[in-house]
């Protein structure tokens, strides 16, 4: 009998996370859902962990779970955004950014490496980034930044774990119609459906031939 994979999925309760989620539950993946409140939306995933991704009381509840659970996918889509011309954001404003974008993200990636080096495990990490990684925007430097600096680290990781058995993905995706642009004043009717790009992602990733996937750009033709 096939054991059934799980999946950690970060940012499960909106945008590409959401998706993600009931994209995975339909091809029979078991899926817990992080975020910084739980939802009540049925189906959406099978177990929620609800805090702050950047927090050390998190981190220690995400540690224990993965040495408990057997996880074989971690999707890393939760992401923050605070648009401004350079030197009009707060401290606090810039440090929302990095603390979810940056430093929660790759505190996820530690804790899944670290429980999947205990178990002797192999695994998949997929960091849900954006073209912001490589491209200079005038009102969006620090998120950019944050973007840029996460790509590295999972470059950086993916080299240092190379024949480990564990994998780092980066996934940057143009325009994406979600309600991360909803404050934002951007025009969304051209970007990209979410379930599209989420499908895309799952099938570039959960593919059964024997390929090494690094890098998945995905934009509107």
């Known amino acids: ?19 993600i989620c009931l994209l995975l539950r339909e091809r029979g993946f078991q899926v817990t859902g992080v975020a910084r409140r739980a939802t009540a939306e049925h189906g959406l995933v099978n177990k929620f962990l609800a805090g702050d991704v950047a927090s050390e009381t998190f981190s220690s509840k995400l540690s224990n779970f993965l040495l ?33 974008n940056l430093i929660g993200s790759i505190s996820i990636c530690e804790s899944a490496i670290r429980s999947w080096k205990m178990k002797n495990a192999s695994g998949t990490i997929v960091n849900i980034l954006s073209t912001a990684a490589f491209t200079i ?15 590295m680290y999972t470059d950086c990781a993916r080299a240092d774990l190379k024949g480990s058995g564990i994998n780092l993905v980066n996934v940057f995706p143009g325009g994406v119609n979600t309600p991360f642009w909803s404050q934002s004043g951007v025009d969304t009717t051209s970007f990209m459906d979410p379930e599209e790009v989420a499908s895309v992602v799952l099938e570039s990733v959960l593919t059964d031939i024997h390929l090494l996937v690094s890098d998945i750009t995905i934009n509107r033709r």
């Open 137 to 151: 925007r005038a009102t969006e430097a620090v998120y950019c930044a944050t973007k840029a600096g996460l790509k």
């Open 68 to 100: 408990e659970t057997e996880v074989t996918h971690v999707f890393n889509a939760a992401g923050v955004g605070e648009f401004g011309h350079t030197g009009e954001l707060s401290l606090e404003q810039i440090s929302r950014m990095v603390n979810t």
């Open 1 to 19: 009998m096939t054991k059934m994979k799980h999946a950690l999925v970060t940012g499960a309760t909106s945008g590409l996370g959401r998706e």
